[in-house]
């Protein structure tokens, strides 16, 4: 089977891989952010344009029959052959204007980077910034951002077709509110707990250490939660040290070390790297971040 471009509707191909990727229209319709019929409509119309059925419709969801499996690759190949057209056309972009979409950790937006993020805006008024702040790595071949500050653990696992800025290395603490230290100090019974998001466990050094939980963990759903109830007393946790040596109301546990939570990089990707925009905006956190190398080591901490 042979896609024509002069038959096809690229965006009813968009919405079949969606389809194909999420496994049903529900998936689908939220990942492209339109409604459930909307998905309906653009298969319907790729399988008259085609005339042959896509997908197999089961209790489980939706399945490729063999003419769709023989769509999927040639839509991949569409795919591609788009965001390589896209990139090209954004690469000769110079101009200080239009949209640029940055992806970082929330932690590193909320409590590190914003007002920086916001000196950029103002330098840069024509320039349409969007933050993308989510734990999700962003697939920046895709065009899903233009620029994406990582922590990277190993930098092996960095992909080949990006271009990386290394920037600072990240440390952690494990921290706890002072009042808790102090009534611990003076032999309160209530328990100490760890805190941690979702479903990590509780670390063997965390129930041995001078300072040392005493009770079950206490999960929490995200990072913001997790440090409110931190400062609650509830226990203590992993945090990275700018963000606990920033807050007035935590300390570092006293006998536990600071351990490399990773590198902090500045990645984009092939021809958009070249946008006068990308540029800019690269240089300038780049600047930013190295001067945040101290905060960001834990070097000027909150001890007690």
Known sequence: MVLECTMID?????????VARGG????????LEVNHSTVLRRIA?????????MFEKLPSGYRLTAAGEEVLELAH??????HQLETRIFGRDQSARGLLRVTLPPFLATHLLMPDLADFARLHPDIEMEIVSTGEVANLTNREADVAIRIVGDRK?????????KGPELFSGVYMSRDRLAAWRAGTPDPIRWIVIDNHGLPVWAREGEVHTTGVPFRTP??????????QGIGMTKLPCFV??????????????????????????GEARKTKRVRLFT?????????????????????E
Do not use: C
């Open 10 to 18: 690229w965006d009813d191909v968009r919405y079949f891989l969606a």
């Open 24 to 31: 049903s229209v529900r998936a689908a319709a939220k990942h």
């Open 45 to 53: 119309q790729l399988e008259d344009r085609l005339a042959a059925q």
């Open 77 to 82: 190949q569409m795919e591609a052959s788009s």
């Open 157 to 165: 696992t960095l992909p080949l077709n990006l271009h990386g800025l």
């Open 222 to 231: 995200d990072a913001e939660t997790q440090i409110v109830a931190v400062r």
């Open 244 to 269: 606990g040596d920033a807050d007035a109301l935590l300390v570092r546990v006293p006998g536990t070390g600071l351990p490399m939570h990773g590198t902090l990089w500045l990645l984009t990707q």
């Open 283 to 303: 240089e300038f956190i780049s600047r930013r971040l190295a001067a945040y190398a101290p905060l960001l080591a834990g070097l000027s901490g909150s001890r």
